[in-house]
T-cell receptor, first 113, second 115 residues
Framework: DTEVTQTPKHLVMGMTNKKSLKCEQH?????MYWYKQKAKKPPELMFV???????INESVPSRFSPECPNSSLLNLHLHALQPEDSALYLC????????????FGPGTRLTVT | QQQVKQSPQSLIVQKGGISIINCAYE??????FPWYQQFPGKGPALLIA?????SEKKEGRFTISFNKSAKQFSLHIMDSQPGDSATYFC??????????????FGQGTILTVHP
C-alpha cells in the first residue's frame, strides 16, 4: 500500500483566516514533504521532514508553518495568506530522506480570497 | 546546473501509437530518475524510475531509456491508450548525496491520446 491521505480536499479561506492542512501515511516512511503546485507547473518543494525533524525549508514565507507531530502525520498551518498562495498543496512521503521513491497524496486545493 | 529540461511541452498520439517524452539534465551528481503521471485535480503518481547503473527499465507498457554519457533519459509509452492522457513529469535527484529530499522536476508534458 502506497497511500498518502490529505485533508481537506478543498479549502477556501480569507486572508485573515487561520487554517491547517493535514497529511497522513501509514507506510512507515521516515521522510515527509510539502509541495506547492500551480496550474500547469511542476510541484515546488516547500519543506522536508526527516525522522520528524525539519531538514529543508525552501525559503518559504513564515505565513506557512509546518509541523510533524509524529512519524505518520504532517501538518501545514496557514495564516494571513495572500491570493497568490492559491494552489494545489501536495504532501509526499518516502522510505528514507534521500528523496527517492516519493509517493504523493491527492492534494488540497486551496483558494485564498 | 540543477535544471531538468523536458520536451515536448505537449504531445498528441493516436490510440495504439508510441508516446515518447524526453528529458535532459546537467548535474552529473543526479543518480535517481523517476517519472510521474498526473491526472487533473490529482497528485502525481510514481510511474517508473531508473538509476544510472542500467540503460533501460521496462514495466508493462512503460519503458525508461537512460543515456548516461548524453545525460538524457526518456519515457516510452507503448500501445498508448486514451486513459494514458495526463501530464507527465520527469525528475531527478541526488539520492546518494547530502542534498537529500530534493526532486528536481522537468516542466511537464501534456499527453493526449486520441481514440
Amino acid at each position: 500500500d502506497t497511500e498518502v491521505t490529505q485533508t481537506p480536499k478543498h479549502l477556501v479561506m480569507g486572508m485573515t483566516n487561520k487554517k491547517s492542512l493535514k497529511c497522513e501515511q501509514h507506510m512507515g516512511h521516515r521522510a515527509m514533504y510539502w509541495y506547492k503546485q500551480k496550474a500547469k507547473k511542476p510541484p515546488e518543494l516547500m519543506f522536508v521532514y526527516s525522522y520528524e525533524k525539519l531538514s529543508i525549508n525552501e525559503s518559504v514565507p513564515s505565513r506557512f508553518s509546518p509541523e510533524c507531530p509524529n512519524s505518520s502525520l504532517l501538518n501545514l498551518h496557514l495564516h494571513a495568506l495572500q491570493p497568490e498562495d492559491s494552489a494545489l498543496y501536495l504532501c509526499a512521503s518516502s522510505q528514507d530522506p534521500s528523496g527517492s521513491e516519493q509517493y504523493f497524496g491527492p492534494g488540497t486545493r486551496l483558494t485564498v480570497t | 546546473q540543477q535544471q531538468v529540461k523536458q520536451s515536448p511541452q505537449s504531445l498528441i498520439v493516436q490510440k495504439g501509437g508510441i508516446s515518447i517524452i524526453n528529458c535532459a539534465y546537467e548535474n552529473t551528481a543526479f543518480d535517481y530518475f523517476p517519472w510521474y503521471q498526473q491526472f487533473p485535480g490529482k497528485g502525481p503518481a510514481l510511474l517508473i524510475a531508473i538509476r544510472p547503473d542500467v540503460s533501460e527499465k521496462k514495466e508493462g507498457r512503460f519503458t525508461i531509456s537512460f543515456n548516461k554519457s548524453a545525460k538524457q533519459f526518456s519515457l516510452h509509452i507503448m500501445d498508448s491508450q486514451p486513459g494514458d492522457s495526463a501530464t507527465y513529469f520527469c525528475a531527478a535527484a541526488n539520492a546518494g548525496g547530502t542534498s537529500y529530499g530534493k526532486l528536481t522536476f522537468g516542466q511537464g508534458t501534456i499527453l493526449t491520446v486520441h481514440p
